[in-house]
Structures are given as C-alpha cells and as structure tokens.
T-cell receptor, first 114, second 113 residues
C-alpha cells in the first residue's frame, strides 16, 4: 500500500515568508509525528497527534511553528516568518497505534530559507 | 529520557556478520529498546525492538544483556544495502513522551564489497 507522503519535496523560500508543509499519513494510522533533521544529525522531535488531538508540542522550537491535523488524517506544519536557521529536512511519520507503535517515515520536505 | 551511547562508526565486509553495540546504563524497567536505521537520502525505518528477551526478525536479531544495560543489534550477513546510520532508541511507552523517538547520533555502518 501507499506509504507516508509529504509535499512539497523541496521548498525554497525567502526569509520572512510563511511556509506550509503537508503530510499525508498511511491510511488508518492513528498517530502522526513531525521531526526536523539537520544535516548529519538524527531527527529531532517536534510534535505529534493522536487522531486530531495534538498530544505533545514540546519539541516545537518557538511560537512561529505550529501544526494541525483537523480531521485526523492529513497534517500541516506551518512556519511563520521563516528564518535561515529553519532550513532543514522536515520529516513526518505515522503509526497505526498510539503510545509506542512502529513509526513509518515519509521522504521528507527539504526546506531552504534564503 | 534515558540516554544511549553508540560508536560513531563501524565497518564490515559484505556477507559477514555485524554486531552493533549500544549502551544504556540508565535504562528503566519500562523502557523498550528500539532500533531504527536510516539509509542514505531516506527517512528512518524500523528494524527491531525488545524489552528483556532476545528477539529475531527477518532483518536482524537483538541481543539484550541480562542487566539490560546494553544491547547488540546483529545483522547476520551484511549486504551493501545495509550501509546506513543505525539508531538505538529507548522508549517508555507508559509515558506520553515515550511515543516520540529520541534519536542520538547513531552508528554509521560502512559495508565493504
């Protein structure tokens, strides 16, 4: 079946612009996670949802970052007033179960802020 | 979160076994040991997990020390496709924070032909 998909795959934006990154999880998966990965580093947790409820947003670096999953399926990670330090790979993962299920990762969105 | 320690890099030859170590001396009784790997230019993928007993699946084996302070991921016959960064991760699924994966630096495995 189809895996986790993310769009766009690449995004180049100018500093100060807002960006929206989309994640389409595996159908039927309850939990959805967002991670950020800098070059040469492991992914870093940002936030996660069970169905439409945001369970933990402790990893969001500041209030310019927000995420939603209004119908418990597709999720959007929004970064307002982007800064160069926001440049990274943003990865989404989904899990059939909440609280500890195997996470399946998407291909990621490479964000470059000029 | 309990911390894990892994070597930065390891090398192996194709078709030979590989033993990837992980130390987790502060592991708690409810922490599961998970391994994920990340192939070049791809997202991480699940490899295996366990709590106390050794585990086997089609990808690998996981050997867990009796005191659970260390574990070893075993690839029985390395292939070129196994070249990746391997992450050892502790998850306390009894806690909300256990839902997240906390990635460390991982071990970069190089497989020589």
């Amino acid at each position: 079946g189809a895996g986790v998909s993310q769009s766009p795959r690449y995004k180049v934006t100018k500093r100060g612009q807002d960006v929206a990154l989309r994640c389409d999880p595996i159908s039927g998966h309850v939990s959805l996670y967002w991670y950020r990965q800098a070059l040469g580093q492991g992914p870093e947790f940002l936030t996660y949802f069970n169905y439409e409820a945001q369970q933990d947003k402790s990893g969001l670096p500041n209030d310019r970052f927000s995420a939603e999953r209004p119908e418990g399926s597709i999720s959007t990670l929004t970064i307002q007033r982007t800064e160069q330090r926001d440049s990274a790979m943003y990865r989404c993962a989904s899990s059939l179960e909440y609280q500890g299920g195997t996470q399946y990762f998407g291909p990621g969105t490479r964000l470059l802020v000029l | 979160d309990a911390k894990t320690t892994q070597p930065n890099s390891m090398e192996s030859n194709e078709e030979e076994p590989v033993h990837l170590p992980c130390n987790h001396s502060t592991i708690s009784g409810t922490d599961y040991i998970h391994w994920y790997r990340q192939l070049p230019s791809q997202g991480p993928e699940y490899v295996i997990h366990g709590l106390t007993s050794n585990v086997n699946n089609r990808m690998a084996s996981l050997a867990i020390a009796e005191d659970r302070k260390s574990s070893t991921l075993i690839l029985h016959r390395a292939t070129l496709r196994d070249a990746a960064v391997y992450y050892c991760i502790l998850r306390d699924i009894g806690e909300t924070s256990g839902s997240r994966l906390t990635f460390g630096e991982g071990t970069q495995l190089t497989v020589n032909p």
